[in-house]
């Protein structure tokens, strides 16, 4: 995976993403276009607006327990189906 990265770093990407890009197979440059072209655009995201109001929140209030106000959502319907 050294090499990898090390060719990555060598190719203009980022120290901190070409580690993350190997971590996840990625070993070239030339892969990014159609690794990241495949990622959800966040407006088509579902509830994408919320959670980040949620998570805003949480962080404003310094809540610990913020993973669990942004689950909320997806459990409560859940919750009401008993």
Do not use: C, F
């Amino acid at each position: 995976m050294k090499k990898i990265v090390t060719e990555l770093i060598a190719q203009g990407t980022n120290p901190l993403l070409a580690r993350l890009y190997a971590a996840r197979g990625v070993v070239s440059k030339s892969e990014l276009r159609n690794y990241l072209s495949g990622i959800i655009p966040p407006e088509q995201l579902t509830n994408n607006s919320e959670m980040a109001k949620l998570l805003a929140d949480a962080i404003h209030l310094d809540k610990k327990s913020w993973s669990l106000a942004i689950m909320m959502p997806m459990v409560q319907p859940l919750l009401q189906l008993r």
